[in-house]
Structures are given as structure tokens and as C-alpha cells.
């Protein structure tokens, strides 16, 4: 899977009275993505590399390679997944990474470019959302809503890239619109409106 929408947060909530009740299973796995997502920018903040003034210093791939990798041990174990390997590979300017069901790639270009780290991180908390979707298949017990896993599984068997079907429908299908709001989510919690 080649490849950013967020989740609205209840920061706002001031009695328990305005707590949301989970009425059903979805609700659930929509207040545990949101924990994910809390978790994930309270633990990436603590990885000093992917602060833009650091990151601007790093100039050998490698180093900004296991900053990244860095990044998806943190969020695997915030997922209850196993870490996979972050490779640079050549791919095309307009490709930022993948997921290909065992490391995540991203563009060398990119992660040595003008590209900045928050397009790097995004990256790879985009992918390793794709590698949570196939590990919940995997072991669905991870996720309180058996609905979402069917959801994603049919949706991985019927797969829609932008090339053949448009940006569009490749972005409305299930598993891209989760990779893309959780990782735009994380995105924005950790660097807000920041331009680097």
C-alpha cells in the first residue's frame, strides 16, 4: 500500500455528564484510536531527531533512518504490534513511502531531500497503520470491533490504487481513510501548524 484527514477529539468535555457513552462496538474502537493517537504525540514528542531543528542538523541517511525507526518501535508498541524494519528505497518524487507486509519504505529522496520531517514521520506512521490493519486482521483480538477487521480485510482483498482508480476512491476506501486521519492526527497533535 503507497501513500492525511483527522479524527475530531473531545477536548472540550468539561462534566462527565458530556463523557460520550459507548453505545456500541464502534465507539470503542473509535475511543481506542483516540488513546493511540494521545499516546503515540505524548511518545514521538519525546524523540529529540524528529524535532525539526534536530532533524535539519541530521545529514547521514542512516541516522535519519533509525530516528525513524525510532518513530514506528514507539508506535508499533502503543499499537500492541511487533516493529517492523524502515528501509530508504528509490521510488518516484510523487511516492512517499510504503507498506509492502513486512517494512515500511520510504522515499530516499525524500528522507535526504527538501522533504521535512513531519512529511517523513506522517510517512511512517501512515504505513504503520497499514501494518496495525494487517497484523489486527492477523489477530483480531486487538481490536474491540470485529466490524472494522472484516471492513479492512474485504477492503485489502479489493484494493484500490490511485492509478487505476483515482485519488478519490483510492482515499475513501476503508483502509486508507483510517492510515490517512490517524496519521494526519498524530501529524497535528505533534507539530501543529509548524512549517518545517
Given at each position: 500500500?503507497?501513500?492525511?484527514?483527522?479524527?475530531?477529539?473531545?477536548?472540550?468535555?468539561?462534566?462527565?455528564?458530556?463523557?460520550?457513552?459507548?453505545?456500541?462496538?464502534?465507539?470503542?474502537?473509535?475511543?481506542?484510536?483516540?488513546?493511540?493517537?494521545?499516546?503515540?504525540?505524548?511518545?514521538?514528542?519525546?524523540?529529540?531527531?524528529?524535532?525539526?531543528?534536530q532533524w535539519?542538523?541530521?545529514?547521514?541517511?542512516?541516522?535519519?533512518?533509525?530516528?525513524?525507526?525510532n518513530?514506528?518501535?514507539?508506535?508499533?508498541?502503543?499499537?500492541?504490534?511487533?516493529?517492523?524494519?524502515?528501509?530508504?528505497?528509490?521510488?518516484?518524487?510523487?511516492?512517499f513511502?510504503?507498506?509492502?507486509?513486512?517494512?515500511?519504505?520510504?522515499?530516499?529522496?525524500?528522507?535526504?531531500?527538501?522533504?521535512?520531517?513531519?512529511?517523513n514521520?506522517?510517512?511512517?506512521?501512515?504505513?504503520?497503520?497499514?501494518?496495525?490493519?494487517?497484523y489486527a486482521?492477523?489477530?483480531?483480538?486487538?481490536?474491540?470491533?470485529?466490524?472494522?477487521?472484516?471492513?479492512?480485510?474485504?477492503?485489502?482483498?479489493?484494493?484500490?490504487?490511485?492509478?487505476?482508480?483515482?485519488?478519490?476512491?483510492?482515499?475513501?476506501?476503508?483502509?486508507?481513510?483510517?492510515?490517512?486521519?490517524?496519521?494526519?492526527?498524530?501529524?497535528?497533535?505533534?507539530?501543529?501548524?509548524?512549517?518545517?
Amino acid at each position: 500500500m503507497d501513500s492525511n484527514t483527522s479524527l475530531d477529539t473531545n477536548e472540550n468535555i468539561e462534566t462527565p455528564s458530556d463523557v460520550p457513552q459507548i453505545t456500541d462496538l464502534t465507539d470503542s474502537f473509535s475511543l481506542e484510536t483516540r488513546g493511540q493517537i494521545a499516546d503515540g504525540i505524548d511518545s514521538l514528542r519525546q524523540i529529540s531527531e524528529i524535532h525539526p531543528e534536530q532533524w535539519e542538523t541530521i545529514q547521514d541517511a542512516n541516522e535519519r533512518l533509525a530516528a525513524l525507526q525510532n518513530v514506528e518501535e514507539n508506535m508499533a508498541s502503543i499499537q500492541g504490534r511487533p516493529s517492523v524494519p524502515v528501509e530508504a528505497a528509490s521510488m518516484e518524487d510523487n511516492v512517499f513511502g510504503g507498506w509492502n507486509g513486512q517494512t515500511i519504505r520510504v522515499n530516499y529522496d525524500h528522507l535526504m531531500g527538501d522533504q521535512t520531517v513531519m512529511e517523513n514521520v506522517d510517512t511512517i506512521v501512515h504505513e504503520g497503520r497499514h501494518a496495525y490493519q494487517d497484523y489486527a486482521i492477523e489477530h483480531p483480538e486487538i481490536i474491540s470491533d470485529q466490524n472494522i477487521i472484516q471492513e479492512w480485510k474485504d477492503n485489502m482483498q479489493d484494493y484500490k490504487n490511485a492509478e487505476t482508480y483515482g485519488l478519490e476512491i483510492h482515499l475513501n476506501q476503508p483502509v486508507e481513510a483510517d492510515a490517512w486521519s490517524y496519521a494526519n492526527s498524530i501529524q497535528s497533535g505533534l507539530y501543529g501548524d509548524m512549517e518545517n
